[in-house]
């Protein structure tokens, strides 16, 4: 019966159809997932790197045993209390703080040094594509392939090279203000800086990519910026290093958003072949152009570096997680799961706020609790699609539906007779 056929048809058409949709929301909740943890692990490891070397009250203490027996000769005072077994050790702060004990400030150093490691990408790919059973390919003809298709966009090897090198400026300025002020300011307010790029992103693809202007954001975008400005006075308007790292921080996520329009710009979609090539050669410029800055900083003290007590294993951690987020960054170029990687983004924040509370000791009240939730509604609102009140409509009608209505009163039953009494 042709008629049963095309039900039939239709039939697979649609389960076909559900099932990509379950895969895509598969791995957009698995994406979502290794933003999270990718971002967490980079901010705190950072952070890790930044304090490992402070000792826990920087002072010369005297080690008391419950047989009131020196252990270490020290500057420190030993009172005794009412009770005689309870000793009270009163530390005595050490003005001359021994080099040994400096804190490990070299943010240009680990910026470089994940940057570098953009170098992986083009051989990661390579090994994908060559274990692949569908196609293999050499490296040669990867990189024909994928200068080929950048000359059909009308990029010459010279414009390439010159936008590659524009690219890399901006990405490690913007990169080197984000782990900056990771040493000023606490892990969970970097992130939420960091979220608030979603509304910088919006602004500037509305200006320079002509898209669609959405009056809801805008709104979103003055909720972001309510809840910077918060945020730079949360310790006061006389601390300026809490300003300061606030405004690093919005500069960096700013450099970032401009990083993101500008490559969609002047590069437009690319393959993952073509994006991994790029941020090779960005890597590679990067090792051969800017290793003089970091020498220069180092050499006039900028960058406090203690190279015997290096933290490889931070510094290992956070480049690793720095990779997978560049990755998932721009995984939104080749494929669109910009909202699924939005969203472990903005799941981040509260996992590092109990991070930062339960191993900082970081209490979130007042004007930083405010300016936190702000930018958290912000990012929010930025997500809505373009047709949001489309979805509100057809949700009200479908609640309208739901609700029965009461029946209309028959006209041929007789009414019913009030009867008023009067009150004896």
């Not at 042709?2 to 039939?11: A, G, V």
Request: with cysteine; aromatic share 10%.
């Amino acid at each position: 019966d042709p008629q049963l056929d095309h039900s039939d048809l239709n039939q697979v058409q649609s389960n076909h159809c559900c099932t990509g949709r379950a895969r895509r929301t598969a791995v957009g909740f698995i994406l979502a997932v290794i933003m999270c943890t990718t971002w967490i692990g980079m901010t705190h490891l950072f952070k890790w790197a930044y304090i490992i070397h402070l000792q826990p009250f920087n002072c010369n203490c005297t080690l008391v045993n419950e047989s009131h027996s020196l252990i270490i000769p020290s500057t420190a005072i030993l009172e005794m209390g009412p009770n005689t077994s309870a000793p009270k050790l009163v530390t005595e702060h050490s003005d001359d703080k021994d080099p040994d004990l400096e804190s490990f400030k070299a943010p240009f150093l680990m910026t470089w040094f994940c940057t570098a490691c953009n170098c992986l990408f083009f051989p990661v790919y390579l090994c994908t594509r060559f274990c692949s059973r569908r196609t293999r390919i050499t490296a040669r003809r990867s990189i024909l392939e994928a200068m080929r298709r950048f000359r059909e966009k009308g990029l010459s090897i010279i414009h390439f090279l010159t936008r590659s090198i524009f690219f890399l400026v901006l990405w490690v300025g913007t990169n080197y203000m984000l782990i900056y002020t990771i040493d000023k300011l606490d892990a969970t307010a970097v992130m939420a800086l960091q979220t608030s790029r979603t509304s910088f992103v919006y602004l500037l693809s509305w200006v320079i990519l002509h898209e669609q202007f959405v009056g809801i954001r805008i709104v979103a975008v003055i909720l972001c910026n309510t809840g910077i400005a918060l945020l730079a006075y949360m310790d006061g308007v006389a601390k300026t290093s809490t300003l300061g790292g606030v405004v690093m921080a919005s500069a960096a996520s700013a450099g970032l958003s401009v990083h993101k329009v500008l490559f969609k710009k002047l590069i437009g979609r690319v393959t993952i072949g073509q994006l991994s090539i790029f941020l090779t050669l960005v890597g590679l410029l990067n090792i051969l152009l800017l290793w003089p800055i970091g020498l220069t900083l180092y050499l006039l003290e900028s960058e406090k570096i203690i190279w015997n007590r290096l933290p490889y294993g931070q510094l290992a951690g956070s480049a690793a997680f720095f990779i997978t987020g560049n990755v998932l960054g721009n995984f939104d170029i080749a494929h669109n799961y910009n909202t699924y990687l939005s969203i472990g983004m903005l799941a981040a924040v509260p996992v590092s706020a109990v991070l930062d509370a339960r191993l900082h000791n970081v209490v979130f009240e007042g004007m930083k609790l405010a300016g936190i939730l702000l930018i958290c509604i912000g990012f929010l609102l930025v997500l809505l699609p373009d047709n949001w009140p489309d979805y509100i409509t057809r949700l009200v009608r479908w609640r309208c539906r739901r609700i029965p209505k009461s029946k209309p009163a028959d006209p041929s039953q007789p009414k019913a007779r009030r009867i008023f009494m009067r009150p004896s």
